[in-house]
């Protein structure tokens, strides 16, 4: 039954993978007519980089995601709710704009080190088992002050072409993405997916409190420093090349402890799986935009994710009644 | 008796001073003392928590150099805290406590043996604060450890759970195990407890038989509270 459920995962990644590289199919038989060796150039280093970018960030969003939920033992923690992408475009932005270093290595530390400061301030004002008003608060909070910030930043650069030039990968972009940028959101990516599912027994643990983890010899401290720092640099370094996108890491893990019976550590794979497909499938849609349109892919998960975590809030408020 | 825990050191900073303790098996020991004295401090520390110091050697073994896998079959412990956050079933959050996730073990012979076999299949976020207590025991039971340490077990449940409760105490400890546990109830600690500890202020006051440990003098001095005419009053 659930070894059905990852092979129909992992089926649908392969057939959507598949989706994104043969659209537009239109102008593929055309550029294989007039010239195969061009028509393979566009497959491998445009399309494929794009396909893969929504699958990494995607995978990474969802993983993110659920341990961030884990961790925090809130179903609505999530690297945009919590300020972490946010900080991330903060931290960019800067590096970009205002220090100046502009290379994929640079936005990529500030990226980085923007999504850690902001986790980091989030566990200070939170504190680790926060409530859900306290959490959204602090999060809302942080999310104000580094979109506030983000704005200065473009506004104080130099360039006068800051803002025009930010606002579409801000929003949110897989567009024309180079193998090396693939290469810098990707192998930070896979290496904290990585290190996530190997947190996976540990966090389903923390569920029976932090005390009886730790009694259990987890050491739930160290622990979570490590997954605030490895989200950090996952979510930070992807948000670096494609921008910020929300939702995702919020819809990815709720709908994954469906499948794992409500554990949340476990949920983390599958969580990174259903990302994936979720941002792949919405990066195929904006595609569909009017001609000569082009629709950010953050705008769209926004669009079809915060009636889903409006939904998710009414729940939780219906069920908690006495 | 042969000893099951040994404590050597053992304080938290601020909350314990530093103390030896030995727990020898098929013992139930209980931890009394006023809020505040430091029951649950010590709990941690023989627990192993991070925030102790001291050595904590269970059958032999020094329970900080264990894998957590390996650290259950030693130390079962069980929190204070009756608050869960994921609605998990019963069958799968007792399963939690288990060393090895791949095997059910018997999870239903321990739920059964609290008289709640019937959560089994429930959500824990359906369950009453009682239910709950009871699954959160039946957690700490399954993994068979050679120590249990439980804080406040019985809090949160009416008479007859009490009794129920502490009756399958004691048929764990026949088993070989080494009982601790804290409690408010001074009767129940003295009626079925095998030695009592009396903590205050972070420091062992007494450690003795029940009756010993809760003498008149011990009781009015640490609790404030004495007896007079079959009740407790404030001293």
């Known amino acids: 039954m659930i070894k059905a459920l990852y092979i129909t995962i992992g089926l649908s990644v392969l057939i959507l993978t598949g989706i994104s590289i043969a659209i537009p199919l239109q102008s593929l038989p055309a550029l294989f007519e007039t010239d195969p060796d061009l028509g393979l150039i566009v497959i491998s280093e445009l399309r494929l980089p794009r396909a893969l970018l929504a699958l990494v960030y995607g995978a990474i969003l969802g993983a993110s995601g659920a341990a961030i939920q884990a961790l925090f033992a809130n179903p609505l923690a999530s690297p945009d709710i919590t300020g972490a992408t946010g900080g991330a475009a903060l931290g960019a932005v800067t590096m970009a704009y205002l220090i100046g270093f502009a290379s994929p290595l640079g936005i990529a530390i500030g990226g980085v080190s923007g999504a850690g400061i902001a986790l980091a301030l989030l566990l200070l004002l939170a504190g680790p088992r926060a409530e859900t008003a306290t959490l959204l608060l602090a999060g809302i909070a942080i999310s104000t002050i580094t979109g506030a910030g983000t704005a200065l930043a473009l506004a104080l650069a130099p360039s006068p072409f800051a803002f025009y030039d930010a606002y579409d990968w801000l929003m949110g972009s897989l567009v024309d993405r180079s193998l090396t940028q693939l290469a810098f959101a990707g192998i930070p990516a896979l290496a904290v997916l990585f290190y996530l599912t190997r947190c996976a027994p540990a966090l389903d643990r923390l569920v029976l409190g932090e005390d009886v983890a730790e009694a259990m010899g987890h050491d739930i401290g160290a622990m979570r420093r490590n997954i605030i720092a490895a989200t950090a640099i996952g979510v930070g370094a992807a948000v670096s090349v494609c921008g910020a996108v929300g939702f995702i890491g919020l819809v990815g893990p709720v709908l994954a402890r469906k499948l794992t019976g409500g554990h949340p550590g476990r949920a983390i794979l599958p969580a990174a799986l259903i990302g994936a497909i979720l941002l792949l499938s919405a990066d195929i849609a904006v595609r569909f935009a009017p001609p000569d349109r082009s629709l950010p892919i953050g705008v769209l998960t926004a669009i079809l994710g915060a009636p889903f975590f409006l939904s998710l809030v009414a729940r939780m408020r219906w069920s908690a009644r006495p | ?235």
């Open chain 2, 1 to 235: 008796m042969t000893s099951r825990l040994t404590a050597h050191a053992l304080s938290i900073s601020g909350r314990l001073t530093p103390c030896d303790l030995t727990f020898s098996a098929g013992s139930v020991t209980m931890l009394v003392g006023p809020n505040g004295a430091g029951k649950t401090s010590l709990l941690h520390a023989l627990a192993g928590l991070p925030e102790s110091c001291g050595k904590v050697l269970v059958d032999g073994d020094d329970i900080h150099a264990l894998a957590p896998v390996r650290r259950v079959r030693h130390v079962a412990f069980l929190g204070a805290s009756r608050d869960v956050r994921w609605p998990l079933s019963v069958r799968d959050f007792i399963a939690l406590g288990l060393p090895d996730q791949s095997q059910p073990g018997h999870i239903e012979e321990v739920l059964d043996s609290l008289e709640a076999g019937e959560l089994a299949g429930r959500r824990l976020d359906h369950l009453s604060t009682g239910e709950r207590s009871r699954v959160m025991i039946a957690r700490a039971l399954v993994s068979r450890s050679s120590v249990l340490l439980l804080d406040e077990p019985i809090a949160n449940l009416d008479p007859k759970w009490q009794l129920t409760i502490l009756a399958r105490l004691r048929s764990e400890a026949d088993r070989g195990t080494a009982v601790i546990l804290s409690i408010h109830d001074l009767d129940l600690a003295r009626q079925h407890g095998d030695r009592v500890i009396v903590i205050d202020k972070g420091e062992i006051v007494a450690d003795s038989t029940p009756s010993q440990a809760l003498s008149e003098a011990v009781i009015a001095e640490i609790f404030g509270v004495s007896r007079s005419g079959g009740r407790w009053v404030r001293a």
